[in-house]
């Protein structure tokens, strides 16, 4: 499996955090130092300006994947560091079905928006086994599943925000 780094701000409870349990079952690598997330990995930020889409997969095969895990009440504080990488990447829109946030569109846990992106990009199998981590990690899939199709079938970022903005009803 690709190389995947969440940069852990310990904002969470450790009881809950997604990111913790997915290093227990090493499957991910957990890290306090920016330094540690390789340079040109795809980075998840909600603040990025293009989509991750099928184009990133070949950095992400060969880079890795890397998310920020911390408070989304923090985020904009929790993420000021996480800007000196490059290849930053933004989920379309999608809806959590983490205990924590079921329901609500866009705040995804940090395993949710790895899951994610490892579908888009077409790593569908690597994204069904993150989520097959929790309890209500399948049910993710289930939930977002048309919507993971259609964006994993997109060829750039351009696509993604298409395919985006037609589910939600505009252009």
């Known amino acids: 499996m690709m190389k995947i780094v969440i940069y852990h701000s310990n904002?969470?409870?450790?009881?809950?955090c997604t990111s913790i349990k997915l290093q227990k079952q090493n499957k991910v690598a957990i890290t306090h130092n920016m330094r540690k997330i390789p340079y040109n990995a795809i980075v998840l930020d909600?603040?990025?300006?293009?989509?991750?889409?099928?184009?990133?997969?070949?950095?992400?095969?060969?880079?890795?994947?890397s998310a920020l895990d911390c408070s989304w009440k923090k985020l904009k504080?929790?993420?000021?560091?996480?800007?000196?990488?490059?290849?930053?990447?933004?989920?379309?829109?999608?809806?959590?079905?983490?205990p924590v946030n079921y329901g609500k569109p866009c705040i995804l846990s940090s395993a949710e928006a790895l899951s994610a992106a490892l579908y888009i990009?077409?790593?569908k199998d690597e994204a069904r086994d993150l989520?097959?981590?929790?309890?209500?990690?399948?049910?993710?899939?289930t939930l977002n599943e048309n919507l993971l199709e259609a964006y994993s079938e997109a060829k750039n970022s351009t696509e993604i925000v298409e395919v985006q903005n037609e589910f939600l009803g505009g252009k």
């Open 46 to 65: 909600a603040e990025a300006d293009k989509a991750v889409s099928r184009e990133d997969r070949e950095k992400i095969t060969k880079y890795g994947l």
């Open 11 to 16: 904002e969470c409870d450790p009881k809950r």
């Open 121 to 123: 990009v077409g790593y």
């Open 131 to 141: 989520m097959n981590s929790f309890k209500w990690g399948p049910h993710f899939i």
């Open 77 to 98: 504080k929790s993420s000021f560091n996480f800007k000196s990488k490059k290849n930053h990447r933004l989920l379309p829109f999608l809806v959590a079905a983490n």
